[in-house]
């Protein structure tokens, strides 16, 4: 390819998007991805670049795009993920055990009131039996 070509290139990509061409090289060490797999994003669609002669270039603006793309899916898998049937069983079973453990709990509570209530109740009720004799 020709270095008119090339320059032709490099301009149409600065002039539809607005934005700095960097080749895969500068984007691999701005995203830490590896410069093949930008490359196969690119021929997949997934990002927009063009192949100059030997060379791949893209645009800081792609870059961006892809890397807020990427955020949103994890984030979208990770919220699927926390609500994933398996995980959903979990935390119903745990909270049953836990509600269950919290009512017996709460019963033996209440006998122990009740038990000591009712103790107080014979003590008050047999002192005021001897006042009464």
């Given at each position: 390819m020709s270095e008119r070509h090339h320059n032709i290139v490099i301009i149409n990509l600065e002039m539809e998007n607005l934005k700095k061409v960097v080749s895969l090289g500068q984007?691999?060490?701005i995203?830490?991805?590896?410069?093949d797999y930008l490359s196969a994003l690119i021929r997949k669609?997934?990002?927009k670049g063009e192949k100059v002669g030997g060379s791949?270039?893209?645009?800081?603006?792609e870059i961006n795009n892809y890397i807020f793309k990427q955020k949103i899916?994890?984030?979208?898998?990770?919220?699927?993920?926390f609500f994933s049937p398996t995980r959903t069983k979990k935390i119903l079973i745990s909270a049953g055990i836990l509600f269950s453990v919290i009512i017996l709990?709460?019963?033996?509570?209440?006998?122990k009131i009740i038990k000591v209530n009712f103790e107080e109740g014979k003590k008050t009720l047999s002192s005021d039996a001897e006042i009464i004799n």
């Open positions: 984007a691999s060490k995203t830490g991805y590896h410069s669609g997934e990002m791949w270039f893209t645009t800081e603006e899916r994890h984030k979208k898998f990770a919220i699927l993920d709990f709460g019963i033996y509570l209440y006998g």
